[in-house]
């Protein structure tokens, strides 16, 4: 109806009407269908939730009845959780533990630390992450719990259920059962952050965690060497020892295998192997997953003839602006009639030799692989390498060309790095004690991750309805229209109080900068 009356004002509106008008339908329209798809949602809930507890039931029931006593009789936990904190008592507590105790003591320090409280759904999750399955007449059959899985499962959680939440109490479950165990996330902020959010919990329960704090050097490290060729990522930091000497170390993919692979070179940085956990399972197995580690070193010594990289660096710029060239196969390509232009052109009172013809183009080529605020961003004397996949700065990360950056941005050329050994994701796992993973988005990937990482996905449902509607595609003609128009229809639900949340997310730096001064613009004079 809201529509229908929206489509009559439309037809006799005034030019500077319509903008307002049309966002306005567009929501009214968005809202139906949402609207339509939670009815749906609701009625199918209740069996989806079932069937997901139903092979962990036995047991979360024993969970809930043994916090309901706790919740009546406190002092019965906190006796409990005294003994596992008295390193003289801890042993022997540790050894008399049922899986159903350690599952009931996390759920519990977890709500009296962190104030959460886990659902049904939540505690399934958990168990799930540790069960073998096997699929059977089309339903998923569960065996019980093991304390080594050399091959394990994924669990599908949509986001917002509490991922997060479910790999911290799996992680603590595992330490309360004697075991060393490792999270692994695709970036240090998120790590960080699940270490960070574990530790009031751990430390109720007497079980050590740290973080891996990324390095800050360009010693050996580790990196991808595809598409783009970088060696290396910072070294490791010096108490690296005690980080591994807790029981749970939350850490980056990037930093976690780079430790693994010094301690295949280095019998001091090697540490025992651990129960595996990994996060956004799919994009660190997948989407990183084709690519191998690398662990590299600085070669010793300066660079030479750095003067000289940075005078092409000056031709090279001046090329792009007054030169010609063409690119062929990802390279740029000068020909001898192109230099002989541009050396009349500025004035060099003299042609380009061929050594210098074939470095310009070197810089050229460099610089337009690695794009300023996009690939990189220039900190103080440094050209600072982004992850494309993630938007994470690597500090002391190099290409293989990276010198060509450092002498563009006007840096301190660095020494190149050399390659020691290169590994992969799964040749890491499977040199550990066992592995499983934690994702919203495993499904689409289920193939892959049974067939090469040997990991059956348990997909649960979500804890309430899911209110999520996908709205239809709607196409622009180029990126400004479209940005354009995501900032208007901003502003539109400003002006009609609409306090939900908007994220954005996009890919560069650059872009993002430019589309926030447009959304500012957008916000303070309208459309």
Known sequence: AKVEFLQRRLAGAADGERAPLEHAMRAARSRAHQLAKELEAFQKHAPAVEETLRPYLDKITDVEKLLKDWLRNPRRYEALAEQLRDPARRAQLLDRLTDVERCALVCEANRRKSGETPYDVQIAALLALDSAPTVSGGLRNYLGLRSELPRGVVVQMLTGEGKTLVARMWALQRALGGDDVVVITHNSTLAKSAESGAKAVADELGITTAFREPGRTTRPGVGAHEPDGFLGTPEAPRNLAEIYDAKIVFGSAREIVSDWQRGLHDASLRFRPRHVLMDEVDMLAIDWG???????????????????MYAIADLARAFKQHGKYDIVDGRVRISREQAKAFAERIGLGGELTPRHVV?????????????????????????VSVDRENGEAMPGTRWFDHGWVDAIEGVTIKPPLRTLSEETLLQYLQAQL?????????????????NVYGLEVVELATNDPRRLAELPRRVFADAAALERNVAEEILEAHRRSDARPILILMRDIADTISFAKMLKDVLATGP
């Not at 690519?291 to 000289?308: F, P, Q, S």
């Not at 470095?359 to 050209?383: C, K, M, Q, V």
């Not at 592995?435 to 689409?444: C, M, W």
Request: glycine content about 10%; charged content about 30%.
């Open 359 to 383: 470095e310009i183009a070197d810089a050229l080529t460099s610089g337009w692989h690695h794009r300023y605020l996009r690939d990189y961003f220039r900190e103080g004397d440094n050209a």
């Open 434 to 450: 066992s592995y499983r993973g934690i994702t919203g988005t495993a499904k689409s990937s289920a193939d892959v991750l049974r």
């Open 290 to 308: 084709r690519t191998a580690y690398r662990l590299g070193e600085m070669v010793k010594g300066t660079v030479d003839k750095a003067a000289e």
